[in-house]
């Protein structure tokens, strides 16, 4: 099949299935689930490509709400990244049903194309975006080990066609200490909720010295049961970032400094855990990130230069552990929020808005539309069924 007809069946696919890829955003976004909880969310998100054939497999890396679902036999292996999870309080404040129906759409309209354009379609359902990694552990448990290359997408306030963003970690620090009555002993206690303030202290004043592109924010997620005892147990959960990997892993030894002094400081036990994998920084590949540029102008859209992405603010994601391993992008359609952004209450009600919807349509015919470039270009099909053949070797 030629390019431009495939690229025309596939933009034709999407469209036609326009009214349930619309429905699927909303019914997700009125229903919001927590990273790992999102049950519902993962069998909506499965049910229109397993009626389209697609062989479904559940749970695959033993996550409950993830999925992987398969159509075609053919070299090309093709991921596309389905996440459905909401935030604590704000629901849909990231637009993961946007990403949702639009991966759906993605994977519909390829599989029209993939007998003759030599694909297997993988669209899985990633869990857990917000906290907790799925991705990340589906990787390391080997469910994307044949796919090539991998795509997805992510709403936003503006468009962006090579998007990266910040390796992250994230801990919980625990202090143990000694209750006792705060007026009739205090002297007997050992003020685990002042551990905290030390180290929050701490980090405070390390905020000075922090290197370009490396920021911490946290909580304290227990500072003590009642004012009159002395506290015997505090916990905080701090979120690390920084512009790499590398940087990363420095600004975690700096910081383990600073949660140490709290304990020295007031006698206390600490221990520290890392609740989650840490996300590695988005690596776009360029080729893949050019077409989507060119799909983005073509339907109207206006990304941001190319020279204007690497100086944008940047969140972080387990999908830059994904594009470290294998050619992948993770774009940012634009939505009007008006002036919200996201993880913003107004931002999950625009979520479900005119232009959300148009996202997740022009999104799926963005990346699917890609995907058809990728899969006629000789040079670029050769290049990254090569990289993936290292990957197995």
């Not at 009125?30 to 999102?38: N, Q, R, V």
């Not at 390829?110 to 991705?135: C, D, R, S, Y």
């Not at 359609?333 to 625009?350: C, K, L, R, T």
Request: glycine share 10%; hydrophobic share 45%.
């Amino acid at each position: 099949m030629p390019l431009a007809a495939a690229s025309t069946c596939v933009e034709d696919a999407v469209l036609g299935r326009r009214g349930d890829l619309v429905a699927l955003s909303h019914s997700i976004h009125a229903e919001p689930e927590l990273a790992f909880a999102e049950h519902r969310s993962c069998a909506k998100t499965s049910a229109l490509v397993a009626e389209r054939g697609f062989e479904l497999t559940q749970a695959p890396a033993g996550l409950d709400t993830a999925f992987r679902a398969v159509f075609g036999s053919g070299p090309l292996v093709i991921g596309i990244c389905a996440e459905y999870d909401a935030l604590p309080g704000i629901g849909h404040a990231c637009g993961h049903n946007i990403i949702a129906a639009s991966a759906v759409g993605t994977a519909l309209a390829l599989a029209e194309v993939a007998e003759q354009l030599g694909l297997t379609v993988v669209l899985l359902g990633t869990p857990a975006e917000e906290a907790g990694g799925g991705k990340a552990l589906m990787l390391d448990a080997g469910v994307f080990d044949d796919i090539a290359a991998s795509v997805m997408l992510h709403p936003g306030p503006i468009d962006i066609a090579a998007a990266r963003s910040l390796a992250l970690s994230e801990v919980t620090i625990r202090y143990t200490g000694r209750e006792s009555h705060a007026a009739v002993a205090p002297y007997l206690g050992i003020n685990a909720a002042d551990a905290v303030t030390v180290a929050q202290v701490s980090i405070g004043l390390l905020r000075q010295q922090l290197a370009p592109g490396q920021m911490v924010h946290g909580i304290v997620t227990n500072g003590g049961q009642a004012s009159n005892i002395i506290p015997g147990l505090a916990e905080l959960r701090y979120t690390m970032r920084a512009t790499n990997s590398e940087s990363l892993r420095e600004l975690e030894s700096r910081m383990a400094g600073c949660f140490a002094a709290g304990a020295v400081a007031t006698g206390c036990e600490h221990d520290v855990s890392e609740p989650a994998p840490a996300y590695a920084e988005l690596a776009p590949d360029p080729w893949l990130a050019e077409v989507l540029r060119a799909e983005m102008v073509r339907v109207g859209r206006s990304p941001v230069p190319a020279d204007v992405e690497a100086s944008l603010p940047l969140g972080s994601t387990d999908m830059g552990n994904v594009t470290q391993v294998m050619p992948g992008i993770h774009p940012i359609v634009g939505i009007d929020a008006g002036g919200a952004s996201i993880h913003q209450p107004a931002f999950a009600a625009a979520a479900v808005n005119a232009s959300a919807d148009t996202a997740v349509v022009e999104g799926a015919i963005m990346l699917a539309r890609t995907v058809v470039a990728l899969a006629e270009s000789d040079v670029e099909r050769s290049r990254v069924l090569e990289q993936q053949e290292r990957r197995a070797s």
